[in-house]
């Protein structure tokens, strides 16, 4: 009869603890953050940005009920971001989660605020069907409105929070020059780094040629493949706006590969000459790597002709990155054709960061040259290593005020090209440039949200016996973890019969 007792009041004292707990949680918000990127820990950006807050911003999540649980995860994750936004921004920050699918009404309104609904896959009962869902948001602060039409599960909520509350605070964009007159690449061949860019920043084209160009207003000149000469003049310009402490960023194509002749040649345009004054030299050369991008080829097998994937080495995969603002966060860059960069000193006042490189199995060969698809790459095609494709020079680099360049020797990474060739570019090329862009105009520190999520962990980039380890250990540990606790408590049970078999035992 004591022992029931006992157990009764344990079982209260359980529950009571447990209604305790739940009472506590919910007036007393606290998140351990042990993730390796501190995804889930708000940023000194974001900080910053919430207390300078001068109005309250209210953010209303159009989230849909009864999802699938990774989408309800969404759901908790979201809630708990502005939990943490609400209480560091004292009250300044005010949300709530409204539901779209309750009724026709809900959803009209939704979508009345630009909140627009995806198909879902849901299963049910053994069959998979589709469901409407809503997973977005609306802030407001004052008399401004920001949409965020789509959180994607798993993506980095911070920066979409941050930059929307930071685009409605601002009262002037920094402008962001791109050059056009000598063959770049148009704005419009870069829809998704316009978009990005847009955010924070107002984008306009330049063109040197312009007798009334003011390069005064920009903060950043951008000059994405110029393809024709750029005459002497149009550098004094250049030199003059770095003399003011600005910055230029620069993808540049230093080779041309035309596929439809299958042939490889050098391209001068008087940039790299102008460069190389500076002590950078974009070398005329091909870049090869092992690890590299995959093509497609036609092959012909009697009346059948099929497409296969092949490695083709002139297009590398970049995964080594510099520790910097500039690369944090990036797991893999994909170029095309790219060229080595060396750094020649030139002046003691400036310092040059490489902030990309191949891989340890790479190399250059020398155009004119004509491409083989189907060639046999052996081991001894790759002698070199860690081949800079991307740098930063910084300091005093024309005139006494310190001014920065960005040099990337790929000009088309950044491109999604126009009408039926659109494509989308993977997310770290356009992390990449963004992300250096943002370095050079903006100093919020809002460049180290976006790649805060981490994007991929290739396995195909570990080494075999790596690769081996952790499938074994994936089948493995949940086995022995089963057998280590059923070892344990049959060793338990034994010592308890034992127990209750002496004479002692009450």
């Known amino acids: 009869m004591k022992n029931r007792k006992s157990i009764f009041t344990y079982v209260l004292l359980i529950v009571g603890v447990i209604i305790l707990v739940n009472i506590l949680s919910d ?3 606290l998140r351990l953050d042990f993730t390796a990127d501190k995804r889930f820990t708000l940023s000194k950006a974001t900080k910053n940005i919430l207390d300078s807050l001068k109005e309250t911003a209210t953010i209303t999540a159009y989230i849909s009920e009864e999802l699938p649980s990774q989408f309800s995860q969404l759901r908790r994750d979201f809630k708990e971001e502005l939990i943490e936004y ?3 921004s004292k009250g300044k920050i005010m949300y709530e989660f409204f539901n779209p699918n309750k009724d026709e009404a809900s959803e009209q309104k939704a979508m009345e605020e630009g909140i627009s609904p995806v198909m879902i896959n849901v299963r049910e009962k053994d069959q998979i069907k589709q469901q409407k869902a809503y997973m977005g948001a609306v802030i407001k602060y004052g008399d401004k409105k920001e949409v965020i039409p789509f959180i ?8 979409s929070l941050s930059t929307s509350i930071k685009k409605m605070t601002l ?7 791109f050059l056009e007159g000598h063959g770049e690449t148009s704005i419009n061949s870069m829809v998704e780094v316009l978009q990005a860019l847009m955010v924070l920043y107002d984008v306009e084209p330049v063109n040197l040629k312009d007798s009334t160009l003011n390069l005064d207003k920009f903060k950043t000149l951008v000059i994405i493949n110029p393809k024709d000469t750029i005459l002497p003049e149009y550098f004094k310009k250049l030199d003059d706006f770095l003399a003011t402490g600005k910055s230029i960023y620069i993808a540049m194509n230093r080779v041309n590969a035309d596929l439809k002749t299958v042939s490889g040649s050098e391209i001068n345009t008087k940039l790299e000459s102008w460069l190389e004054q500076k002590g950078i ?3 005329p050369n091909f870049i090869i790597d092992k690890s590299c991008g995959n093509v497609m080829v036609s092959q012909q097998q009697g009346v059948m002709t099929f497409q296969t994937q092949i490695n083709f080495p002139y297009i590398p ?4 990155f510099a520790e910097h603002p500039v690369t944090k966060g ?5 170029l095309q054709f790219a060229s080595s960069i060396n750094y020649i000193p030139k002046n003691n006042n400036v310092t040059f960061t490489s902030l990309a490189t191949t891989s340890e199995k790479s190399g250059t060969e020398n155009p004119p040259l004509t491409f083989n698809v189907g060639r046999n790459w052996q081991e001894k095609d790759f002698p070199l290593s860690k081949l800079t494709v991307a740098g930063l020079l910084n300091g005093k680099i024309s005139g006494e005020k310190n001014s920065r360049i960005i040099i990337v020797s790929d000009g088309d990474f950044p491109e999604n090209g126009e009408g039926n060739n659109a494509k989308k570019i993977m997310p770290d090329n356009l992390n990449f440039i963004i992300n250096g862009i943002d370095w050079l105009s903006d100093d919020t520190g809002l460049i180290d949200l976006r790649t805060k999520e981490v994007n991929s962990r290739p396995l195909d980039q570990l080494e ?20 280590i606790f059923g070892i344990i408590r049959l060793q338990y049970r034994r010592n308890l019969r034992i127990k209750r078999m002496n004479e002692n035992y009450i």
């Open 317 to 320: 995969l970049i995964t080594n």
């Open 152 to 159: 994607q599960p798993g993506a980095a909520m911070e920066y």
């Open 464 to 483: 075999d016996g790596t690769k081996i380890l952790l499938k074994y250990l994936n089948f493995l540990l949940p086995i022995l973890i089963i057998i």
């Open 27 to 29: 007036r007393f918000f």
């Open 330 to 334: 990036l797991t893999s860059v994909l």
């Open 171 to 177: 009262n002037n964009k920094i402008k962001i020059g």
């Open 86 to 88: 609400s209480n560091r």
């Open 281 to 283: 030299k974009v070398n």
